[in-house]
Structure formats: structure tokens, C-alpha cells
């Protein structure tokens, strides 16, 4: 039998990860508009960050 999860907690752990990732989609697009040279490298940083999730992912649900 499985112990279940009050409904906030629920809630919290289904939108941590989403709510991650649209954080630093959004501070990597406001990096690229900053400035040039190491805001450019933050910013594709951040960018990377939310296709390299969603390839492993996808690589951990075929399986």
C-alpha cells in the first residue's frame, strides 16, 4: 500500500522541475540581451539546459 501525498505537496513536486527550467529559459534569453562575451556563454548555457532535459527524458521512457 502506497502512502499518499497531501494535495499541496503534490502540487509542489509536479511544478518544481517545470517551474526550474522556465527560470533559466527565461534568465538565458535575458543573458543574450544583456551583453556580449561571457553573457552569450551564460545564456547558451541556460538555453541548452531545458533540450538537454528533455533528450534524456525522452531517452529514459523508451527504454
Not at 502506497?2 to 513536486?13: C, D, G, K, T
Amino acid at each position: 500500500m502506497s502512502v499518499r501525498l497531501p494535495a499541496s505537496r503534490r502540487a509542489r513536486a509536479a511544478l518544481t522541475a517545470p517551474g526550474i527550467l522556465s527560470a533559466a529559459t527565461i534568465a538565458g534569453l535575458a543573458a543574450g540581451l544583456v551583453g556580449d562575451g561571457i553573457w552569450d556563454v551564460g545564456a547558451w548555457l541556460l538555453l541548452g539546459l531545458l533540450p538537454l532535459v528533455l533528450v534524456i527524458a525522452w531517452s529514459r521512457r523508451s527504454r
